[in-house]
């Protein structure tokens, strides 16, 4: 894999490549930019999975989460703007990761706003108006988990079914675990994703 990025207004620093590896985040490749120029990180990958692009191995707030595959990839962005606008291409994968964080953005706004009006109903003692919003909050939660479910078995030929599949049901019942598996081609299986989620539903 090659991560080929370019970063408006990043003149000098070093640039991570990162990981998760046995719960832990580490670094597996880095460049130091001191001039205007290509750069390029390198990994040797065997399936596709979540990667982290850095401008400061001290905070994990202001980096770049993508799904990395084999191939050439690339990301655009600004220093100013670093992990809250950038363009990412190359990766079929991360096209369709960026398809379903786009509804759970929506659905997590709406989810703050309900939050934010509940406080002000409480502090005006307006205890049902509070009731109510919190039922439009339980059915928003429910939606979300429906729609996580759909998207992992409707999209069983991506990487990002069992990885969704592992983040947001690894707690739920062996049912929906199987319903997800069920759906994932032979080479999402044997993916590195997919054997973690086989091994999830063997301990349940």
Do not use: C, W
């Amino acid at each position: 894999m090659n991560v080929n990025v370019s970063i408006d207004g990043f003149k000098k620093g070093n640039i991570y490549l990162q990981k998760i590896q046995d719960s832990t985040l580490i670094n597996i490749d880095s460049v130091f930019v001191d001039e205007k120029g290509a750069i390029v990180l390198n990994y040797e990958i065997s399936s596709p999975e979540i990667f982290y692009l850095n401008l400061d191995v001290s905070k994990n707030d202001n980096r770049i989460e993508f799904f990395g595959e084999k191939g050439d990839i690339f990301i655009k962005t600004s220093l100013k703007k670093f992990n809250s606008e950038f363009d990412i291409s190359g990766s079929y994968n991360d096209s369709i990761y960026r398809g379903y964080l786009k509804i759970i953005k929506q659905f997590n706004f709406k989810r703050l706003d309900l939050i934010k009006l509940s406080l002000l109903k409480s502090q005006k003692k307006q205890l049902d108006s509070v009731k109510l919003i919190e039922n439009k909050i339980q059915n928003l939660d429910k939606r979300q988990y429906l729609y996580s479910l759909n998207y992992s078995v409707t999209n069983g030929n991506s990487h990002v079914a069992p990885f969704i599949a592992l983040n947001e049901f690894s707690q739920g019942s062996k049912i929906i675990l199987d319903t997800i598996k069920n759906s994932l081609n032979k080479d999402v299986l044997n993916s590195k994703y997919g054997k973690l989620l086989e091994k999830t539903i063997s301990l349940k």
